[in-house]
């Protein structure tokens, strides 16, 4: 009942209409409809003091197998509102902010390379004293899950990578546009925001204009930290991460969708090859946050795979 509430309220909302709410208060009034869509997944917004700051989690905290969910580059724990949704009480998901993203510190000092992240969330999993768990990576995330699952395999009970980075062998259209010294994923007005949001979706879902504006003007307030942390990134890719992909043991799902502009989905048989225990969808017509695109098919490939 709860959730249907929920539901209809942000359905009014919407209805209302997003465009009534003046630029002073739009980020503010997206942060509301964001929680009202953690409400409808039965997530709260947590804090975790770690490292001398406030760790933001989502967790529904219901007692149950422990799925981790980590986001990509640019992204945060919103990303997983629409699939944590499809798991309802099945799982206990948690969903943080990695280091340097959504609300957390942005230290441009700070070291953002994968083996960092990877140790962040183990910290992170001590804190909240869980020992194993299913970990869900996309993007960026998808990279940290599979040096995760290399580094500490007692804790790792299966993964899914839904279009991950850590194997580059075939370049993408964002290879060749870094080349000539443009970075889709890092926007610096709010047209090359829109211009994102079509570079890595294929299938779009609704955004609402004022809330589309308010994601625009906070992802372009992030341009100067994002672009240290891409270049840390972007060193890690250089230098080879995959060497240590085989020491993963947890069974792995992968997905990636064939529209993929990010990271070339021809990188999944690889990426399949060095992870033994591994198996392989690609989703026709999807691009590269199929978590946010097709929602329901991609928690339908998980529940099939994690029943196996």
């Given at each position: 009942?709860?959730?249907?509430?929920?539901?209809?309220?942000?359905?009014?909302?919407?209805?209302?209409?997003?465009?009534?709410?003046?630029?002073?208060?739009?980020?503010?009034?997206?942060?509301?409809?964001?929680?009202?869509?953690?409400?409808?997944?039965?997530?709260?917004?947590?804090?975790?003091?770690?490292?001398?700051?406030?760790?933001?989690?989502?967790d529904n905290e219901v007692d149950?197998?422990?799925?981790?969910?980590?986001?990509?580059?640019?992204?945060?724990?919103?990303?997983?509102?629409?699939?944590?949704?499809?798991?309802?009480?099945?799982?206990r998901v948690i969903a943080p902010?990695?280091?340097?993203?959504?609300?957390?510190?942005?230290?441009?000092?700070?070291?953002?390379?994968?083996?960092?992240?990877?140790?962040?969330?183990?910290?992170?999993?001590?804190?909240?004293?869980?020992?194993?768990?299913?970990?869900?990576?996309?993007?960026?995330?998808?990279?940290?899950?599979?040096?995760?699952?290399?580094?500490?395999?007692?804790?790792?009970?299966?993964?899914?990578?839904?279009?991950?980075?850590?194997?580059?062998?075939?370049?993408?259209e964002m290879d060749a546009l870094?080349?000539?010294?443009?970075?889709?994923?890092?926007?610096?007005?709010?047209?090359?925001?829109?211009?994102?949001?079509?570079?890595?979706?294929?299938?779009?879902?609704?955004?609402?204009?004022?809330?589309?504006?308010?994601?625009?003007?906070?992802?372009?307030?992030?341009?100067?930290?994002?672009?240290?942390?891409?270049?840390?990134?972007?060193?890690?890719?250089?230098?080879?991460?995959?060497?240590?992909?085989?020491?993963?043991?947890?069974?792995?799902?992968?997905?990636?969708?064939?529209?993929?502009?990010?990271?070339?989905?021809?990188?999944?048989?690889?990426?399949?090859?060095?992870?033994?225990?591994?198996?392989?969808?690609?989703?026709?017509?999807?691009?590269?946050?199929?978590?946010?695109?097709?929602?329901?098919?991609?928690?339908?490939?998980?529940?099939?795979?994690?029943?196996?």
């Amino acid at each position: 009942m709860k959730k249907l509430l929920v539901s209809v309220a942000v359905l009014a909302v919407i209805v209302l209409g997003f465009n009534i709410v003046s630029n002073e208060y739009r980020v503010e009034f997206r942060d509301w409809a964001m929680s009202m869509e953690a409400d409808k997944a039965g997530l709260k917004h947590r804090l975790v003091a770690m490292r001398g700051q406030q760790i933001a989690v989502f967790d529904n905290e219901v007692d149950a197998p422990v799925m981790l969910m980590l986001h990509g580059f640019s992204g945060s724990k919103v990303n997983w509102l629409r699939l944590a949704q499809q798991f309802g009480d099945e799982y206990r998901v948690i969903a943080p902010d990695l280091l340097g993203h959504g609300e957390n510190i942005r230290d441009i000092a700070g070291s953002y390379h994968i083996a960092d992240q990877v140790a962040f969330v183990n910290e992170l999993m001590a804190k909240l004293s869980v020992e194993r768990f299913h970990l869900v990576g996309n993007s960026m995330g998808g990279a940290i899950s599979s040096l995760y699952a290399a580094r500490h395999p007692e804790q790792v009970l299966s993964m899914t990578l839904i279009s991950p980075a850590g194997v580059h062998d075939f370049p993408s259209e964002m290879d060749a546009l870094l080349k000539e010294g443009k970075n889709p994923l890092i926007p610096e007005s709010e047209e090359q925001f829109y211009t994102l949001l079509d570079f890595v979706m294929s299938e779009q879902p609704f955004i609402p204009a004022a809330i589309a504006k308010a994601e625009a003007e906070v992802s372009v307030s992030r341009a100067e930290i994002n672009k240290k942390i891409f270049a840390d990134i972007r060193s890690d890719m250089e230098l080879g991460l995959e060497k240590e992909y085989k020491n993963i043991s947890a069974p792995t799902l992968i997905i990636w969708g064939d529209q993929d502009k990010a990271i070339n989905v021809k990188n999944i048989d690889r990426y399949a090859a060095l992870v033994s225990n591994s198996q392989k969808v690609v989703l026709e017509g999807i691009g590269h946050v199929a978590m946010i695109e097709v929602p329901e098919y991609t928690a339908e490939l998980m529940r099939k795979f994690l029943k196996n």
